[in-house]
């Protein structure tokens, strides 16, 4: 499996290469705009405090293992298919060689009848043979030529779309620019083991201000550097389109996801009624599944998709001029048509069962946030708890609903939402009462059963989906930041 192989350390070295180039791109673009240069120094802070690239980068490292497992399971098929026209050129060289076997037998015999015509038919079936020999050597240099062509050129492919996997791995490493404002609304004291962006000094005036609101704006620059890079390498790309639209929607997906998190906080306190395991299972969609998970799954299925539809066009024009050789070929690529187009509603089925796949293992990484933020070690986690202050509808509480007795629900009612410490350690007290740890520790060891299982099945139809899939899966698994 490409899992084991994937090294995840040198490709963040590489990853993290891209990124300054990236942060030199955006750089070079704000003179352009006539911005002072306390402006471009505020945004050259920005881009190199952790707030992109400080994470574990999870998202976009993810990504690229998912666009290389693909592409090397693309590449393995497209060898395959040549070795196989190979075979069929042999073949058809070898009736060729029968059927000038048979000619010469036939000249044999129509050669004992008569000398004269012997002679003459042998000088011009020599001539002839020498024609088409050097035609035949003409071709074969000229195929010759082509292999190394096309052997050079795959490389320099190769490398141009590791390049643009990590470009696109990190357009989604800023859709972080969520967590600026979330933050915010969080009132979140550190992100990934730092100041969280808008408790920095201010680049503007560090020793009378703090960023404060103004990260409001740079979450928003932040996203506008994601469209800018989009743009500036991907745009004569026949998937720019695609692409471009299914970052909109994880933007979308997300700032619903959002908002059905922070809602509960404008809720009125002690009030359980939208705290169930459904509400928080459609959260955990919008805001984690979608964006964190699915989203690097099916745009590095759309660009291999779209890497193997170009191999298949040369292959096409290849196979229709060997067609004209061999009309058996016309009949193979017509059946090989239709079987296109009955695959297409498996394809759909097997999307739908990839995306269930991802929406699963979002709801336990998102219960498993909600974990960490309650009895996970800030020094490892890298920001303080707010979850219980905020009254979110995490896991926690909607499964300790389902556990407790009338007393302590009481007491979960009363102290639940409040910014307080005294009544943060109220729930956390009963939270222990109640075993939530051992609940939680049994809940994740059969999401991650389920989940395997589920990746299992699609093992059987498409191997390299299912090893991105548990390759995300097991990345997670037992994290304790």
Not at 16 to 40: A, C
């Amino acid at each position: 499996m490409l899992y084991d192989k994937f090294n995840i350390e040198d490709e963040r070295k590489e990853f993290i290469k891209v990124y300054y180039s990236l942060i030199k791109d955006i750089l070079e673009e704000l003179p352009k705009m006539k911005l002072p240069p306390n402006s471009i120094d505020y945004i050259t802070t920005l881009l190199n405090s952790p707030t992109i690239s400080g994470g574990k980068m999870y998202r976009g490292l993810g990504f690229v293992y998912s666009f290389n497992t693909l592409s090397n399971n693309n590449n393995n098929n497209n060898n395959n298919n040549n070795n196989n026209n190979n075979k069929n050129n042999n073949n058809n060289n070898n009736n060729i060689n029968n059927n000038n076997n048979n000619n010469n037998n036939n000249n044999n015999n129509n050669n004992n009848n008569n000398n004269n015509n012997n002679n003459n038919n042998n000088n011009n079936n020599n001539n002839n043979n020498n024609n088409n020999n050097n035609n035949n050597n003409n071709n074969n240099n000229n195929n010759s030529n082509g292999n190394n062509n096309n052997i050079y050129s795959d490389v320099s492919k190769s490398e141009t779309s590791k390049h643009e996997a990590r470009i696109i791995g990190w357009c989604i490493e800023f859709l972080s620019f969520f967590l600026v404002t979330d933050d915010i609304i969080d009132n979140g004291l550190t992100r990934r083991g730092e100041l969280c962006w808008y408790r920095n000094p201010s680049p503007f005036n560090p020793t009378e201000h703090n960023v404060g609101m103004l990260a409001i704006n740079d979450s928003v620059l932040i996203e506008s550097f994601l469209f800018f890079i989009l743009k500036k390498y991907l745009k004569h790309k026949s998937y720019y389109v695609d692409i471009f639209e299914l970052f909109h929607e994880s933007i979308f997906f997300t700032a619903t996801g959002q908002l059905l998190d922070t809602s509960y906080y404008h809720q009125k306190r002690g009030d359980f009624t939208d705290f169930t395991i459904e509400r928080y299972r459609q959260i955990c969609i919008n805001k984690s599944s979608h964006p964190v998970f699915y989203l690097q799954i099916k745009i590095a299925i759309l660009l291999t998709d779209n890497n193997n539809n170009n191999n298949n066009n040369n292959n096409n024009n290849n196979n229709n001029n060997n067609n004209n050789n061999n009309n058996n070929n016309n009949n193979n690529n017509n059946n090989n048509n239709n079987n296109n187009k009955d695959g297409e509603d498996e394809e759909e089925e097997e999307e739908e069962f990839i995306k269930g796949i991802c929406f699963d293992i979002g709801f336990y990484g998102q219960a498993q946030d909600d974990y960490l933020d309650c009895f996970g070690d800030p020094k490892f986690v890298g920001k303080t708890g707010t979850d219980i202050q905020e009254n979110k509808c995490s896991w926690l509480i909607c499964k300790a609903i389902t556990l407790c007795n009338d007393n302590q629900l009481n007491q979960l009612k009363k102290h639940y939402g409040i910014d307080n410490q005294y009544d943060v350690s109220i729930v956390k007290s009963i939270y222990n009462e109640i075993n939530i740890p051992e609940y939680y520790e049994k809940f994740e060891n059969e999401q991650f059963n389920s989940i395997s299982d589920k990746i299992q099945k699609l093992s059987k139809t498409s191997q390299p989906k299912s090893e991105i899939l548990l390759f995300l899966l097991k990345k997670i698994y037992k994290r304790i930041k």
